[in-house]
Every structure is written in C-alpha cells, then in structure tokens.
C-alpha cells in the first residue's frame, strides 16, 4: 500500500519502493502540473493502479505561475470559440461549489471610455451570452461613481461607466497540491523529484519507462500499460522517441506583484495596453496586486525557471501608469516578479495572443500525450485522456461522471470553532482533510496572519513537515507563497523560516545555508526585479 501522505524524508522511501515494486502499474504519468495531477486523481478513483513522477517539484513549470484565474474565456466567444467557452464557465462553477476558499468567485471590472471600444452596449451583450451559459446572472452596471469607487487612482479622462462581471480566482499551486493529495487518497503514487528519462519499448510499443531519481541519480525500470506524457510545454521531448512532428508553440507570460496600498483595487480591472491593445489584468490576490500578463514567443525551452524581462516589466508598468495615472507606480516598488510559459497548440497564428486555447492528445502507440487546455478544464482534459488511454487499460470503464473532484469532510476538532471565517475558509479549500491535523499542531500564535500576506505560520510549518518539500524554494514559492508575497523573497523573516525548517525538516545548519543561498540565487535571477 502506498503511503497517503508525504512526511518529511520520505521521498527516498517513495523512490526505492518503486524498485520494489512487482506488479505492472496500469499507467505511469510523466508530469505533476494541474494536467498529471487531474489525470492521477481522475485514474486512481475508477481503481486505476497510477504512478504520478514529477521531475522537479509539483506545479514547478506553468501551474504555479498561471495568472491564477479559474475563468471561463469571455474573449473566446468573440472569437468564435464557444465549445472552450462553455465547458470552462461549466467547470468554473464546479470548483468555485466544490472548493471555496481555494476557487473563489473575483468581480472583474471593464471601464468604458467615451469613443473606446468595447462600450457597454456590446459588452454587455457578450456578458449576457456568458452568464447563459453560468446559469445565473452576474453581470452589472457600474455608475462612473462606483468605477472610481472600486479602483481608485483610475484614469478619468473620458470615463463614462463601468461593467462588472464574474470570474474566479485560485492558487494555481495549491490547486495541483490539493488535487494531488485527493488522487493519494484513492491509492496513486506520487512522487517529486523523480523524471521520465527514456521510453521502454517491444516491438514498436511502449510498454513502460526509465526513471532517475534528480537527487541521487539512481535509475529504475518501470513497467506500464500506458504512458501518460503530461509535460505541458515539455510534451514534445518525450514524444519525440515516438513521432517527429512538434505541435507546442511555448509562450512565455509575466507578471508583476506590488503591494496593494500602491495600487489598490477592490476586484480585477480587466483593460487593453495602449501600446498594443493587448487584454491586461490588474487583480487583487493575497493580499497583493498583481498586474499581468505578457505574451510572448518563448522559442528556447530546457529545463529552467522562465523569466520575465526588463522589457516585459516596462510593458506592464506602463499599461498601469497609463490606467492609473495618479498612483505614480514605479520599478521600486515591485515586490516580485513570475513568468511562465503556456503550451499552446502551434496553428500558424501570428501571435501567441491568436491561438486558440483548446488542448490535443495524440496516442503513439502506448504513449497518450496531451498538452494546451485551461487550468479551469484540467477535470475534462484529463478525462479526455483516460478515454484515448482506455484501449491499453484492462476493466476500465469508459465514461464521464458527474462526481465531486474534491472528497467532503466535517472536521472534529474543537479548535475550528475559535478560528475567525476567513481561516476556516482559507485551511478548508486550501488543505481540505489534511485542515484538521495542521491546526491541531499549531501554536495559537502560529495562527496569525504574516503581515503582508494571507498565510499563516501554522501552514509554513505543516507544509514543511507534510508536502514533500525538498528545497527552499519548494516552500516559499509553491507550497506557500511567501516568496512572492514579502520583500526579499520572504527573507525578511529568515530566522522565523530558518527555525520551521530546521525542526520540521531535519535540516542541519549547513543544510540551511546551502539552501538559502540556492534559494537567493533563484529569487534573484527569476523572481525578482530583472536586472
């Protein structure tokens, strides 16, 4: 039985067990994004034997640095694209019932100016097809007193109104660790830090795998009925060993975070750069804002951090100076920086903008790739994947169902009924069952808010010591969000972090220091400020 938990030292246990290991697994999964992470969950419950290998850390590529927006793509209505459209307003709704205080409902604002498209007619026409399709109507007219209310600093000239709709908002991270620990619930393996080095083959078929461990660089052999190759941007350098064509057209996406008494907003302004007309967002999220995003070619993609650059930054510093005047934002007060690279789905478009945002999979004889989607459909991308994968896996039921992605609790501990909502909310989306066992070992002085964030001390040390964390940075910038959220990547409270990690991790002083300065070499050369 394969253990429901990550405890801290056990991932070499993890990894030996699979040599171990005697019996053929149904399906291996190469990649632990939001993509591997729903097919896992999606495998595991129909009895599938599954085992999930990430060769870095889990949501290490595009899912923990998304614009961390459940949405259902208004603008691909008007682009035609309605199927994507729908099943996206479909699954958005799911997961903001399924798992509030993870999938939240945002109010997003367009402000209208005079001889400026779109104006509120016409949007408000697209937005009533949209809320068709969400079964209920969140859209509403904003008075110019209530569009200057909501974003204060915006740009009057011209303002004549403002329309505010729906979307939701997430944690992309936490997301994939969230669906990951429900698919371990239901007996799938799943192990970090350990890659997909070469495809096993007879007579032409794929028939399993060649593992290392990235720490120790051991090797397996791993046998399988199939192969799922989830490695979103990556997909074609697995696929390569089974087919020549290349259909990923990697697109690299920036983001900016500044603190929110610069620039607040009460909900997301959706507006278009003047330099390009390019869609922008200027969102309120964990305490922050954040403006995004770029869109650009990525055209060298290895296994490295994405970064966004100087001429990225002084991109979305001037669509915010130019929607907010007044604020006076400037490159100092940047916080942070992320960039990620989305796997689009090459057609021949001139820009990546253009692309249709649909997912493919492609079966090469034993080994089913997929790539492209939304982080909102990741529940159907991955039951499209075991429907192409079902030829190849014995008893499998091939068929949707309409269960909860997301297994219900009531939690026993007496210690809920004293913590404020917006915890309750926050532990219950964020850890589901695992709420429980993290607020009965906190301290209740662990319990309050770190200033400047929404994140307490009690998750720094849960995560720590339950969410095979391996590295630094796989606490501070996708467990927790601490290294996007505070100055200096969350370095402004090292002794606080040093102390968690030693006691809840076993780190030696040595081993403390080797992983700060890993962890300051990567802040700076892809999280903060570009040089």
């Excluded at 983001?255 to 009460?266: G, K, Q, S, T």
């Excluded at 090292?494 to 040595?510: F, M, P, Q, V």
Aim: aromatic share 10%; net charge positive.
């Amino acid at each position: 039985m394969w253990q429901k938990t990550w405890q801290s030292g056990q991932r070499a246990t993890l990894f030996n067990k699979l040599e171990n290991e005697t019996e053929q697994w149904d399906l291996i999964i190469a990649g632990g994004g939001i993509t591997g992470a729903g097919i896992a969950r999606e495998a595991a419950r129909r009895g599938l034997k599954a085992l999930l290998l990430e060769r870095r850390d889990f949501a290490w590529g595009t899912s923990s640095r998304s614009s961390k927006m459940v949405h259902g793509g208004l603008r691909y209505i008007a682009a035609g694209d309605i199927k994507t459209t729908v099943h996206s307003v479909h699954e958005r709704e799911r997961l903001m019932y399924e798992v509030p205080g993870l999938v939240d409902k945002m109010a997003f604002m367009m402000p209208h100016y005079k001889g400026r498209f779109p104006g509120p007619l016409v949007f408000n026409i697209l937005l009533g097809i949209y809320d068709i399709f969400a079964g209920r109507r969140y859209r509403k007219k904003l008075s110019l007193k209530e569009a200057k209310w909501v974003c204060p600093h915006i740009n009057e000239k011209h303002l004549i109104a403002g329309t505010q709709f729906t979307d939701a908002i997430t944690d992309d991270s936490r997301l994939v660790i969230r669906v990951l620990r429900e698919a371990q619930e239901d007996g799938a393996a799943i192990v970090n830090y350990v890659g997909v080095r070469h495809l096993l083959k007879q007579d032409g078929r794929v028939v399993g795998v060649e593992v290392e461990d990235a720490l120790t660089h051991q090797c397996r052999e791993l046998k399988a009925r199939v192969v799922i190759n989830a490695t979103g941007v990556w997909v074609d350098e697995l696929r390569s060993e089974m087919a020549k064509e290349k259909n990923i057209r990697p697109a690299r996406g920036s983001h900016i975070v500044v603190p929110f008494w610069r620039l607040p907003v009460a909900q997301t302004l959706t507006t278009f750069h003047p330099h390009d007309g390019r869609p922008i967002f200027i969102y309120p999220w964990e305490g922050r804002t954040v403006i995004g995003t770029t869109d650009l070619d990525e055209n060298a993609i290895e296994n490295v951090e994405a970064s966004m650059t100087r001429e990225e930054m002084d991109y979305l510093i001037g669509v915010t100076r130019y929607q907010f005047p007044s604020a006076e934002l400037e490159e100092g007060d940047i916080l942070s920086s992320w960039a990620g690279v989305r796997p689009l789905i090459a057609s021949g478009a001139l820009s990546p903008s253009k692309e249709k945002r649909n997912h493919s999979v492609w079966d090469d004889n034993g080994l089913v790739s997929v790539s492209g989607g939304k982080l909102t459909t990741f529940r159907l991308i991955a039951l499209d994947v075991l429907s192409t994968a079902s030829k190849y896996l014995r008893e499998y039921e091939n068929k949707a169902d309409s269960k909860a992605i997301f297994s219900p609790f009531s939690p026993e501990n007496s210690l809920f009924a004293g913590l404020p909502s917006y915890l309750k909310k926050r532990f219950f989306g964020y850890y589901g069952k695992d709420a429980e066992p993290l607020v009965a070992g906190a301290n209740r002085s662990e319990l309050n808010l770190i200033p400047g964030t929404r994140s307490t001390w009690a998750e720094l040390r849960w995560v720590a010591a339950n969410e095979a964390v391996v590295h630094l940075d796989d606490l501070l910038l996708r467990r927790t969000r601490l290294g996007l959220l505070l100055a200096k990547g969350g370095m402004v409270y090292e002794d606080k972090i040093c102390a968690i990690c030693r006691e809840a991790l076993g780190w030696t002083e040595k081993k403390w220091t080797e992983e700060k300065v890993r962890y300051q070499q990567i802040w700076q050369q892809h999280y903060s400020v570009p040089a």
